[in-house]
């Protein structure tokens, strides 16, 4: 669904019967990986909420505000706040957009008297999807998915240092039977992405990346997750140029039966890569 919410769904006390959640699809997974936008909106679905993509999102605001270009983030942040208003929340599947939101909106929008409310109160109602989907609603079983394989977990900087997201995605990937999950070592190392951090300083990315690749390799695992797509597209990048046949996913298509689709970097099945 894209329209906007309506107010026919109201129970008696005022409230609704199914929380009314706007998917943040973000800039990376609606140019780069869609599956995880249908897959967020498909595990949202079953956990009971009704799922709205507002046509009018745009980006967060983060390569902008990293950049020290704090008009324009601004700008783009207003934007979303328009956007995303007048619903029960906003889910994204990304720890550093959901966090950019929560933190960075607040914080920038502080001295604007006409926005600083609204950021506030769009900030308290936005969730990274798993922090969501475990901590809100207390979901715990996705639908029924089979993958037999062992994953190793990436923990992304923003998820975890500014919305603690740790157990969550791990509690949920439980549920995919067959699938082992096996500790990555420095787990909560950044990977060397970090966002504009990369273009900027594209020697220093490359060694952390080395080293969390590196780490990757030893867990012996032949997939790698994470909740975050701009980290998963550096380390499968790094891994695919170091020869390495470990397959990376996004979280989200772990719990919706998608390990058996070309993974992130990979090519479509028919296509030469």
């Known amino acids: 669904m894209t329209q906007a919410p309506s107010d026919d769904d109201r129970m008696a006390d005022g409230t609704h019967k199914r929380p009314r959640v706007a998917l943040f699809v973000t800039c990376l997974v ?9 897959g967020s909106r498909e595990l949202l679905l079953a956990a009971g909420c009704e799922v709205f993509v507002p046509l009018d999102q745009t980006c967060c605001g983060q390569p902008a505000f990293n950049s020290g270009n704090e008009r324009d983030g601004q700008a783009m942040a207003r934007h979303q706040i328009a956007a995303l208003e007048g619903f029960d929340y906003v889910v994204a599947p990304s720890g550093s957009c959901a966090g950019t939101i929560r933190h960075g909106y607040p914080e920038s929008l502080s001295g604007d008297p006409a926005w600083a409310e609204r950021a506030k109160a769009l900030a308290a109602r936005t969730y990274e999807i798993t922090s969501f989907l475990v901590d809100v609603l207390g979901y715990r079983t996705p ?3 089979r993958h037999v394989g062992t994953a190793t977990y990436h923990d992304t900087c923003s998820g975890l240092r500014e919305l603690g997201v740790h157990d969550q995605p791990r509690a949920l990937l439980r549920s995919v039977e067959g699938l082992a999950l096996t500790p990555l070592p420095d787990a909560n190392v950044c990977c060397g992405f970090g966002g504009t951090f990369c273009v900027k300083y594209p020697a220093i990315s490359n060694a952390v990346v080395a080293e969390k690749t590196a780490s990757i390799t030893k867990t012996g695992a032949d997939i790698l997750l994470g909740g975050d797509l701009g980290c998963l597209l550096n380390m499968a990048g790094k891994l695919a140029r170091e020869g390495s046949g470990i397959r990376t ?15 992130i970097g990979e090519a479509p099945r028919g296509v030469k890569a």
């Open 249 to 263: 996913f996004h979280t989200v298509e772990a719990l919706t039966g998608r390990l058996g689709t070309p993974a």
């Open 143 to 145: 639908p029924p998915t």
């Open 30 to 38: 609606n140019v780069m990986r869609p599956a995880i936008a249908e």
